[in-house]
T-cell receptor, first 112, second 114 residues
Framework: LAKTTQPISMDSYEGQEVNITCSHNNIATNDYITWYQQFPSQGPRFIIQGYKTKVTNEVASLFIPADRKSSTLSLPRVSLSDTAVYYC?????????????FGDGTTLTVKP | GAVVSQHPSWVICKSGTSVKIECRSLDFQATTMFWYRQFPKQSLMLMATSNEGSKATYEQGVEKDKFLINHASLTLSTLTVTSAHPEDSSFYICSGRGSTDTQYFGPGTRLTVL
């Protein structure tokens, strides 16, 4: 099972772009990379998922290098409401889905 | 995106009683559902994995007789905490996975055992 490592915390200011990197050195061939956002006392909310290269949706971009041993979540122009814990999850969604272990996550604090 | 609901959102019970938490996938069929537990300021810990119509698979250290999981349909899974004690107080979160390789999480249930 791929173990993930993220920075424990990050600070930013409103309007800035934030990049959060996750290391997953032992990612398997079938593994996808998924990022979630969690607010206090709420369940994690799906942000974005990718397998390789770059994925973009209406809220974020996900950059995955060719070796897939890391990934970077990019949040453009953050606001105060983006203050939350962000988790990257690595798993194949198949037989081992859910076996993807949640790491400690990154606590992002956006300041005015 | 896919929506998962949980009921109740919070529950307070006396020590020794049992509590049932429901998890429903509202707009997709969840062939697999997962139950997590999260203590304050900690990450999510997977408790068990359940596939519709099959017995749940529990993670090491999770007592299957204490945390009963039923996944009777493609849209409903239940977690029953039997003979709850104060140390079972936690935030319980379920997730569902359907045809895509993505987990969608419920809003969580706050259990407080007095």
């Amino acid at each position: 099972l791929a173990k993930t490592t993220q920075p424990i915390s990050m600070d930013s200011y409103e309007g800035q772009e934030v990049n959060i990197t996750c290391s997953h050195n032992n990612i398997a061939t079938n593994d996808y990379i998924t990022w979630y956002q969690q607010f206090p006392s709420q369940g994690p909310r799906f942000i974005i998922q990718g397998y390789k290269t770059k994925v973009t949706n209406e809220v974020a971009s996900l950059f995955i290098p060719a070796d897939r041993k890391s990934s970077t979540l990019s949040l453009p122009r953050v606001s105060l409401s983006d203050t939350a814990v962000y988790y990257c999850l690595v798993g194949d969604g198949g037989a081992n889905a859910g076996k993807s272990t949640f790491g400690d996550g990154t606590t992002l604090t956006v300041k005015p | 995106g896919a929506v998962v609901s949980q009921h109740p959102s919070w529950v307070i019970c006396k020590s020794g009683t049992s509590v049932k938490i429901e998890c429903r996938s509202l707009d997709f069929q969840a062939t697999t559902m997962f139950w997590y537990r999260q203590f304050p300021k900690q990450s999510l810990m997977l408790m068990a994995t359940s596939n519709e119509g099959s017995k749940a698979t529990y993670e090491q250290g999770v007592e299957k007789d204490k945390f009963l999981i039923n996944h009777a349909s493609l849209t409903l899974s239940t977690l029953t905490v039997t003979s709850a004690h104060p140390e079972d107080s936690s935030f319980y979160i379920c997730s569902g996975r359907g045809s895509t390789d993505t987990q969608y999480f419920g809003p969580g249930t706050r259990l407080t055992v007095l």
